[in-house]
Each structure stands twice: as C-alpha cells, then as structure tokens.
C-alpha cells in the first residue's frame, strides 16, 4: 500500500507541537495510531515505523516528545551527545505536559475526517511508557509498548515521580508488552514488578520477552535484531487488526468536538 505522509502543528499550552502523519493515500478514514519515539525524537528508525504501520492501512500520527525544547524537525543523534541530551529533557518535562501532548494527538484524530475513530497507541522506550499512559485514555483500544522504561521506578518527568503504577487499571483496552530479558534499563526484578502490577489492575494484556537487549527494534546500530523485530510488527498488527479493524467504530468526543474537516 502507498502512503502519502506530511506533518501539522498541533497547538498545547507549551507551544506548537510538530506531529508527523502517515496514512494511506487513497480516500477513507482508518483507524489511528498514535506512535511515539525513543528519546532521540523523530528519527529515520521512527519514520520507517510509521511508514510501515501505516502500509497496513492506519492513519499514523507521531508527535515530537520534545517540542517545548528543540525547534520543530530536530531528530537527536544515536550517540553520546544525544542520549545526554535526550535523557535530560526527559525529565525536565512535566508529567503533565506528556498527557496534554497525547490527549492533542488523540484529539486531533477523532478529529480528522480520514480517521475512524478507533484509537491505539504504539511507542519504544520512553515512547513504550508513553504508549502506556496515552492507553489510559477511553479512546484508546489497543496499546503496544515495546521496552518500555521508567515504569518500574516511577521516574518520568519533572520530579521524576509519576503515577503510572498506581493508575492501570484506567487501562480498558487490550495491551501488548514486549522486553528484551537483557536490557540493562528494565531488569528482571523491574518487569517482574510490572507484571504484578498488571495482573493485579486486571488489564488485558500478553507479554513477550526475548533474548535481546535494549533498541532491539531500531534498524540501525549493533543492537537491532531484524528477526526479533519481525515477529514483534506482527504481534502488533494482529493486536491492531482484531481491536480496531474488527471493531465497532469508537466514540469520537474528548473535548466536546465530535467532528472537523483535517
């Protein structure tokens, strides 16, 4: 499938934020995904994500995680300079500020005349966790969170003391968690605590773990596991097919808005 891919900037309390889509490029409305990225912003790693989520026929929107700091299309190197960088916004930004960035993304789709209605939410990493908290939305029906980090400590954001543990069971839809068992950044005993955690709030979720480190997904540096990476899309895809291609169209209302020409 052919998609078409451009960019708007959606408007937050803390300025413009530019949001990358990718959708198929003939006429409908498709279910929505919103995808969020490493902390290394958009990268070429992340647009062929998107591309390829969106080949499957979702609408596809990716905002960028650090829009208050960097100026519009600032991608963050793979290397020390960028995960310094990359690390350091993350929690200079406000735990509230990353839920207002995602209820604009969502909005923005239920919004769109191209859009369905039915919600998912697909992130790595800092976006993993992302992933997760956006899924607390009622919109959302399907949540993928690939080695998601700072679950376990509670440690996203300003502060580094956010809420995410207590608040599961805000989750409704089906989520899909994916770990490497030799990420240095989520343990054993880290996972395990989410696991628990999970089982406890009663959300609907499969669990996977492979024999992989952390980046495992990205396509570029030594870490990147094309095989791993294969099965993970298709543990996705069929998550997002049965939630949101099978499913009754959602409810389109967050803000009072229930429809607008994109």
């Known amino acids: 499938?052919?998609?078409?891919e451009n960019h708007i900037d959606l408007e937050t309390s803390a300025g413009g934020m530019r949001t990358f889509l990718y959708h198929p490029?003939?006429?409908?409305a498709f279910p929505g995904l919103v995808l969020f990225?490493?902390?290394?912003?958009?990268?070429?790693?992340?647009?062929?994500?998107?591309?390829?989520?969106?080949?499957?026929?979702?609408?596809?929107?990716?905002?960028?995680?650090?829009?208050?700091?960097?100026p519009p299309g600032s991608p963050?190197?793979?290397?020390?300079?960028?995960?310094?960088?990359g690390n350091r916004l993350k929690v200079e930004k406000e735990l509230t500020q990353y839920d207002e960035d995602a209820n604009a993304v969502l909005q923005y789709l239920l919004d769109c005349n191209d859009c369905n209605g039915r919600l998912g939410a697909f992130g790595i990493c800092l976006g993993g966790h992302l992933s997760f908290r956006t899924a607390m939305s009622p919109h959302v029906k399907a949540g993928v969170c690939l080695y998601p980090t700072d679950i376990h400590t509670g440690s996203l954001g300003k502060g580094k003391h956010d809420d995410t543990l207590a608040r599961?069971?805000?989750?409704?839809?089906?989520?899909?968690?994916?770990?490497?068992?030799?990420?240095?950044?989520?343990p054993q005993e880290g996972?395990?605590?989410?696991?628990?955690?999970?089982?406890?709030?009663?959300v609907n979720f499969s669990w996977h773990e492979f024999n992989a480190e952390h980046a495992f997904i990205r396509d570029e540096g030594p870490r990147y596991n094309p095989v791993i990476g294969s099965i993970c899309f298709d543990l996705a895809l069929d998550l997002f097919h049965r939630k949101l291609m099978l499913a009754e169209p959602a409810g389109v209302m967050i803000s009072g808005k229930t429809s607008s020409q994109c």
């Open 1 to 4: 499938m052919l998609i078409d």
């Open 25 to 28: 490029n003939y006429a409908g």
């Open 37 to 70: 990225s490493e902390i290394y912003q958009v990268t070429g790693p992340i647009q062929r994500i998107a591309r390829q989520l969106a080949s499957h026929g979702y609408y596809v929107a990716v905002p960028e995680i650090y829009h208050e700091f960097e």
């Open 76 to 85: 963050f190197a793979y290397d020390a300079p960028g995960t310094e960088k």
């Open 168 to 186: 599961m069971n805000e989750i409704n839809g089906e989520m899909l968690m994916i770990w490497g068992k030799q990420d240095p950044h989520i």
């Open 191 to 202: 996972r395990e605590l989410i696991y628990r955690a999970m089982l406890d709030a009663e």
